[in-house]
């Protein structure tokens, strides 16, 4: 890939609503990303591994539950700062962005919430610093958009529960250490349990041939009646709001995430706009292109705002699901609109792993898809507006 | 080892330039101010592994008003373990330098580092003349700096070739490209710097000298593009044009 030219772009100021701890936050995770993800992370996209040698440094930025109390291991940071780190780790790659959004939200926010204090003292300091690496199993063969519906199940045992089931689309799971596994148990009720790497019946498979998200290495988790100590079950949550509650905080993160996907596609865009001349002048000068550009700074500018002022309603903790869905929603779909009209303006070089536009435009159909497809946003917000239920 | 080095606040390098008030004074509205590149890549991390070998503290200093402090704040999340802001508006490079010189007379520092210059003004003063002030030696765009026993060991870039030299201790040098390899503030640092405190000292303006306006050059003309077959042309445009034949 051609060199990591990237500069933010704040059309309203939107720096002045941010903290200089923030801003230092961002600006370090930002430098960062240029001299560790961009050199690598299109070699890594092609051939299709996710680069491990960048967990490390990944706990060192802060990228793993930034937000946890400083005494399990965390940052005690708030919410925007989460956003912006999202973002710019985002602004590298999306994959890179799951395996931290799966690692703080989906891993270390249900054992900080729903975790014993035993089983907080026991993962979250080693999991702040990726010395221990988790997944989030939710989704099953015949249990998407309706987890409800999953068969995944535990039975007590008397001094143990027996786990049995299939998990699929899990992101990080070929490596993960620990998997955070919501099963139903014997009356039915979902609950979430900790599944360790090495116990007897479980086996990661990977998912291969993706055409998204190749950074980033998704796989199943199948369990063959694995014997799970009783210590592992998550104490304090039953239901499916314990995992709705993780996907709140991953589908926050999401949505400044994406942010930095976009940003990235406008500013290679731009800069391609104003250097590449055809004509006799550069693209920039046509209307056409001026309009997909200006459209671009706008659809970003609002997709900050939306963020941001989630992250205020977050750090009060008054953000509602149906609202932490419309920045999901819109954020995703402004950045991969982006992702497409970046495409076009780059004409043929577009298409190569030169820019990053197609990577980041093929990972976004799995972002668009992941955490809430799309359509689920908008049926929840339909629902938040009307009280009408039409999922069903 | 106590090191004292010297940062400033400069624009980002993408920042457009302009004036206010007459073209007197730095339109700093919308602009991103950032740590000097070399104070900051160079000179703050070379302590940074001094300290880190041979143990003592690292100080960094800076003049000017509070809105200074960001710079300062990422100074100490990079790993420098004290700040002193120097509360004046300094006007030139002596104003800057007697400030400094002022602070760190009394302090037993055994080294003060700046770098080699700023990337708004390059005045490259600041360094040499902290020396003069305290009478201390001046090594100015050392590329390298070890300390052997009670010396320290420089080298500097010359033409075609490298310059060592040695200075006894306490000594001011300006850190030129090459000295170390500049460090991303990690979480931990940026953390730890939340509890650091920035001593502020009140400055005191000397007065000698003000700024009476500034110019922007003159915009760049469009690059013209001649066909090599026409070389008449050239040669015509780089008399009546360029004036250069
Ligand atoms: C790369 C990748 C990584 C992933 N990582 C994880 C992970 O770490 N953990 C995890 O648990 N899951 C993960 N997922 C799974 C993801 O969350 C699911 O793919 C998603 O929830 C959608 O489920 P599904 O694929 O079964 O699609 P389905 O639910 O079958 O949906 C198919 C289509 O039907 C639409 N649809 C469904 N229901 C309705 C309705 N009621 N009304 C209208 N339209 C509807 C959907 O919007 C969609 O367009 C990952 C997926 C991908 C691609």
Known sequence: MSKDRFQGHDFYQIDDLLTEEQKLIRDSVRAWVKKEVTPIIEDHAQRCVFPKHLIKGLGEIGAFGPYIPVEYGGQGLDQISYGLIMQEIERGDSGIRSTASVQSSLVMYPIYKYGSEEQRRKYLPKLATGELMGCFGLTEPDSGSDPSSMITNIKDKGDHYLLNGAKMWISNSPFADIAIVWAKNDEGKIRGIIVERGMEGFTTPETHDKWSLRASATGELVFDNVKVPKENLLPNVEGLKGPLGCLNSARYGISWGVIGAAMDCYDSALRYAKERVQFGKPLAGFQLQQKKLAEMITEITKAQLLAWRLGVLRNEERATPAQISMAKRNNVAMALDIAREARQIHGGMGITGEYPIMRHMMNLESVITYEGTHDIHLLILGMEITGENAFK | ?245
């Open chain 2, 1 to 245: 080892m106590d090191i004292l080095v010297c940062i400033s606040q400069v624009p980002d390098t993408t920042t457009k330039i302009s004036f206010i008030d007459n073209n007197s004074k730095f339109n700093d509205d919308k602009v991103t101010f950032i740590v000097n590149p070399y104070d900051e890549w160079y000179a703050l991390v070379r302590a940074l592994e001094l300290k880190e070998t041979l143990g003592g503290s690292v100080t960094v200093i800076t003049v000017g008003n509070a809105s200074v402090e960001p710079i300062i704040r990422k100074a100490l999340a990079i790993g420098a373990d004290n700040a002193v802001r120097i509360d004046l508006d300094a006007v030139d490079s002596f104003e800057t330098a007697s400030a400094i010189a002022t602070y760190a007379k009394n302090k037993n520092f055994n080294i003060i580092l700046a770098g080699k210059e700023t990337i708004d003004y390059n005045g490259s003063e600041v360094g040499g003349m902290i020396a003069g002030l305290l009478n201390l030696p001046f090594v100015s765009l050392a590329t390298k700096l070890e300390i052997v026993g009670d010396h320290a060991v420089v080298e500097i870039d010359i033409e075609g070739g490298v310059e060592v030299i040695t200075s006894k201790m306490p000594l001011v040098l300006s850190a030129a490209k090459g000295m170390a390899e500049a460090r991303i503030p990690n979480m931990r640092g940026i953390m730890a710097a939340r509890t650091k405190t920035i001593e502020v000292v009140a400055g005191q303006s000397n007065n000698l000298v003000s700024v009476k306006s500034f110019e922007l050059p003159a915009p760049k003309s469009a690059v013209k593009l001649i066909n090599p077959e026409n070389m008449e042309e050239l040669v015509q445009l780089l008399h009546s044009e360029a004036k250069v034949i």
